[in-house]
């Protein structure tokens, strides 16, 4: 298996612009959630997906963020306007069977600056 | 609200040495604990999950030990190799929680 996959690997955008950040999860998890890592708060859950439906956004920063999961193969994090302070490295993780019964599987990760 | 600390956030030895990381919870009423590596620019490797009623999971030269009373677990790192030198991170997951607590890492640096 390929892994979880995430795109773009950077992403360099302007104040105010929109950006969507994309996952697909290994194939046959059921779990996904995205993550925010910054050097000030370290790694924090944004939200989390259960069979494709939103369980907990309670992580969600603020309106401008938003998430999607159409189907069981793709994942969208979306920033709109985006602002200076997101800038972070986002991550999307997968797990089978519930989240849980072990272990969340990472993705690469999406380094995003906003100038 | 939980809280993952992770002492020290910089460590540099030796090759060879044996070595522990440190990771402590403020909750003890948690479902799991996660050692992750992280290398530079890359995402999180899971190394070894412990469950509540564990109190250890070995896997090669790591050993993951978990006092869930007092809050504490260990990561030990026995004759480090400077394939080693990563980030280390600690998760916790709590009952009735879905996501991960992460600390913020240990800075592993293992001299040649």
């Known amino acids: 298996d390929a892994g979880v996959i995430q795109s773009p690997r950077h992403e360099v955008t302007e104040m105010g612009q929109e950006v969507t950040l994309r996952c697909k999860p290994i194939s046959g998890h059921n779990s996904l959630f995205w993550y925010r890592q910054t050097m000030m708060r370290g790694l924090e859950l944004l939200i989390y997906?259960?069979?494709?439906?939103?369980?907990?956004d309670s992580g969600m920063p603020e309106d401008r963020f938003s998430a999607k999961m159409p189907n069981a193969s793709f994942s969208t994090l979306k920033i709109q306007p985006s602002e200076p302070r997101d800038s972070a490295v986002y991550f999307c993780?997968?797990?089978?069977?519930?989240?849980?019964?072990?272990?969340?599987?990472f993705g690469p990760g999406t380094r995003l600056t906003v100038l | 609200k939980q809280e993952v600390t992770q002492i020290p956030a910089a460590l540099s030895v030796p090759e060879g040495e044996n070595l522990v990381l440190n990771c402590s919870f403020t909750?003890?009423?948690?479902?799991?604990l996660q050692w992750f590596r992280q290398d530079p620019g890359k995402g999180l490797t899971s190394l070894l999950l412990?469950?509540?009623?564990?109190r250890e999971q070995t896997s090669g030269r790591l050993n993951a030990s978990l006092d869930k009373s007092s809050g504490r677990s260990t990561l030990y790192i026995a004759a480090s190799q400077p394939g080693d030198s990563a980030t280390y991170l600690c998760a916790v997951k709590e009952g009735g929680a879905d996501g991960l607590t992460f600390g913020k890492g240990t800075h592993l640096i293992i001299q040649p």
């Open positions: 997906f259960n069979n494709n439906v939103p369980i907990d």
């Open positions: 909750d003890s009423a948690i479902y799991n």
């Open positions: 412990i469950q509540s009623s564990q």
């Open positions: 993780a997968s797990s089978a069977g519930g989240s849980y019964l072990g272990t969340q599987y």
